[in-house]
């Protein structure tokens, strides 16, 4: 029975269908339950430690409830996305409403249509697989794909990585680093796998130039059949979604470097390179993303078998206040940066 506190998670999109149903000052509803909320809860509620067993483990990974939790997720996102678009294109929205409506879908984007595509993505079946693609596809950012399991979790925690901040430097400059080093990164990737499976660049083999491709043929399927209204407000759901992503991954690895050993390569993955947050509701509502120091320990574990690690540095606030902290940078850095281990004198860094 405890594990059915994962359809708490499902509270989220209800409310962003109801910002689509009954608009007014019902439109903001996704924005003040995931920043509002949520964040005011999370002050109150425990934090949990707590592990499953590891004879459990095995069992626990197999049970189909998780993984239907995750797959109900699909059709959720495309009502919901689809449901904003024809609101925009037909009806008159005032601009508080038109701007309620943007944000709360573009939140759905981000921890639907982002963050579940990356729990999917992560799996080792074809059709999960396939399921995180179309719904990187709302977001635009189906590059994601490559770069996040190729390149991400490879150089996490080093200047190789987009994705992870360095010390003193600000979310608004992080963004604009993140976002263009991942859609440089996920090309190379891409044309080294080609190179070495002896396959064309310029063809079908290449799954960037896929994605390209079926990202451009979604907007002009929106343009075509709903309007000029509907394609901008596209656009600006994914931009949303993308920057609640950046965002994410701000936080998750700020500051957090590996060392480089004597033969010049960086040190292994260990959970001391990704922050962490035990905070329960974070946790539940992002399918337990914020554990995400195991995750980067062993990326295949899935979600519901994640751990806290005593050496995992910790957050001191759940995923939805830290985003609101970071967005004030002085008082990101206030409370982060004496969080944050230097290296040891003489030490380089990755």
């Given amino acids: 029975m405890r594990d059915l506190k994962y359809l708490l998670a499902y509270i989220l999109p209800l409310s962003a269908l109801l910002a689509l149903l009954w608009r007014g000052p019902w439109a903001w509803s996704t924005v003040v339950l995931a920043f509002g909320i949520i964040p005011l809860l999370e002050l109150w509620t425990p934090q949990s430690t707590e592990n499953p067993a590891p004879e459990a483990e095995?069992?626990?990974?197999?049970?189909?409830?998780?993984?239907?939790?995750?797959?109900?997720?699909?059709?959720?996102?495309?009502?919901?996305?689809?449901?904003?678009?024809?609101?925009?294109?037909?009806?008159?929205?005032?601009?508080?409403?038109?701007?309620?409506?943007?944000l709360s879908t573009g939140i759905i984007v981000?921890?639907?249509?982002?963050?579940?595509?990356?729990?999917?993505?992560?799996?080792?079946?074809?059709?999960?697989?396939?399921?995180?693609k179309w719904m990187l596809l709302t977001a635009l950012y189906q590059h994601f794909f490559i770069e996040h399991n190729r390149g991400h979790h490879k150089n996490v925690a080093t200047g190789h990585d987009p994705a992870t901040a360095r010390f003193g430097e600000s979310l608004f400059a992080f963004w604009p680093r993140s976002v263009t080093g991942s859609w440089r990164n996920a090309w190379r990737l891409e044309r080294e796998r080609l190179q070495k499976t002896g396959r064309p660049f310029w063809s079908l083999h290449n799954e960037m130039l896929r994605f390209q491709v079926w990202q451009l043929?979604?907007?002009?399927?929106?343009?075509?059949?709903?309007?000029?209204?509907?394609?901008?407000?596209?656009?600006?759901?994914?931009?949303?979604?993308?920057?609640?992503?950046?965002?994410i991954n701000y936080i998750e690895h700020y500051?957090?470097?590996?060392?480089?050993?004597?033969?010049?390569?960086?040190?292994?993955?260990?959970?001391?390179?990704?922050?962490?947050?035990?905070?329960?509701?974070?946790?539940?509502?992002?399918?337990?993303?914020?554990?995400?120091?195991?995750?980067?320990?062993?990326?295949?574990?899935?979600?519901?078998?994640?751990?806290?690690?005593?050496?995992?540095?910790?957050?001191?606030?759940?995923?939805?206040?830290?985003?609101?902290?970071?967005?004030?940078?002085?008082?990101?850095f206030r409370v982060m940066d004496s969080r944050v281990t230097p290296a040891p004198e003489g030490q380089r860094q990755a």
């Fill in 217 to 247: 043929l979604w907007l002009a399927a929106i343009g075509v059949l709903l309007g000029v209204k509907a394609l901008l407000g596209a656009l600006l759901i994914a931009l949303v979604g993308i920057l609640l992503l950046e965002t």
């Fill in 110 to 132: 981000g921890t639907i249509g982002i963050n579940v595509a990356h729990e999917l993505g992560h799996r080792s079946k074809d059709f999960e697989q396939a399921m995180s």
């Fill in 58 to 102: 095995g069992s626990r990974s197999r049970h189909p409830l998780f993984d239907v939790l995750l797959y109900l997720n699909f059709p959720l996102l495309f009502a919901i996305v689809g449901g904003y678009l024809y609101l925009v294109q037909s009806r008159a929205l005032s601009a508080a409403e038109l701007l309620g409506l943007t």
């Fill in 255 to 332: 500051g957090l470097r590996r060392r480089l050993l004597p033969s010049g390569r960086p040190e292994p993955v260990t959970p001391a390179h990704s922050w962490n947050s035990n905070h329960e509701l974070g946790r539940i509502f992002l399918y337990e993303l914020t554990r995400h120091s195991d995750h980067h320990y062993k990326a295949s574990r899935k979600y519901q078998v994640l751990r806290h690690l005593g050496e995992s540095p910790q957050l001191p606030f759940g995923y939805p206040t830290s985003v609101l902290l970071a967005l004030v940078p002085p008082l990101w």
